[in-house]
């Protein structure tokens, strides 16, 4: 997990060091420390506990991300987040047919991790508003501050469909430099 890096050299510890503090071994802490690791809770709890973090806030962090409604915006952005930039297209329509079946609130209430690549986050908002906006229900407050993208996004990423995403593109996908066909959010 790159935070427990992070933390780690924030306190100016070695792996190896942290590893003695940890009561594991060094192989132990690099692969707590790996992304692509499948780690233990028990190993983290105790790197957590050599870093002096705060008792129980991995049993916070651990309920709240088990306690997450399935397909919901923070749920897809952490898988799309493990699962690399190129996985948004199914973990994005999870989502969509999700919300669009039960229309449940709680699906959009906590804005994608921050983590995210920005132009997946800009997606994100911009869907949650077009879905808002299509059962006419408030958008979420997170959405408003999701900023326009420096550069122009076009999601199809086929060179012969820019000029026509450029024209059907929906007003709160450019409105944030995203450029769509106007059948985006369509399903057959």
């Known amino acids: 997990m790159k935070i427990i890096k992070k933390i780690r050299e924030q306190r100016g510890l070695s792996?190896?060091?942290?590893?003695?503090r940890a009561g594991m071994s060094f192989r132990g802490i690099q692969q707590?420390?790996?992304a692509r690791h499948n780690w233990r809770v028990s190993s983290v709890r105790g790197v957590a506990e050599a870093l002096g973090l705060p008792e129980g806030g991995l049993d916070y962090h651990l309920n709240r991300l088990f306690s997450l409604p399935l397909d919901s915006v923070e749920d897809i952005s952490l898988r799309m987040l493990h699962d690399g930039f190129d996985s948004w297209k199914t973990h994005l329509f999870d989502f969509v047919d999700r919300f669009r079946s039960t229309r449940d609130?709680?699906?959009?209430?906590?804005?994608?991790?921050?983590?995210?690549?920005?132009?997946l986050r800009a997606l994100i908002a911009s869907t949650v508003e077009s879905l808002c906006n299509e059962y006419r229900l408030n958008e979420p407050h997170w959405c408003r501050g999701e900023p326009r993208l420096p550069q122009p996004w076009f999601v199809a990423g086929i060179?012969?469909?820019k000029a026509m995403a450029l024209v059907?593109?929906?007003?709160v996908f450019r409105a944030r430099g995203i450029f769509v066909l106007e059948n985006f959010l369509s399903r057959a």
């Open 15 to 20: 792996q190896r060091e942290l590893a003695v």
């Open 159 to 161: 060179e012969n469909l």
């Open 32 to 34: 707590v420390e790996s």
């Open 105 to 119: 609130a709680a699906l959009i209430e906590r804005p994608p991790v921050p983590e995210l690549d920005d132009r």
């Open 168 to 171: 059907e593109s929906p007003a």
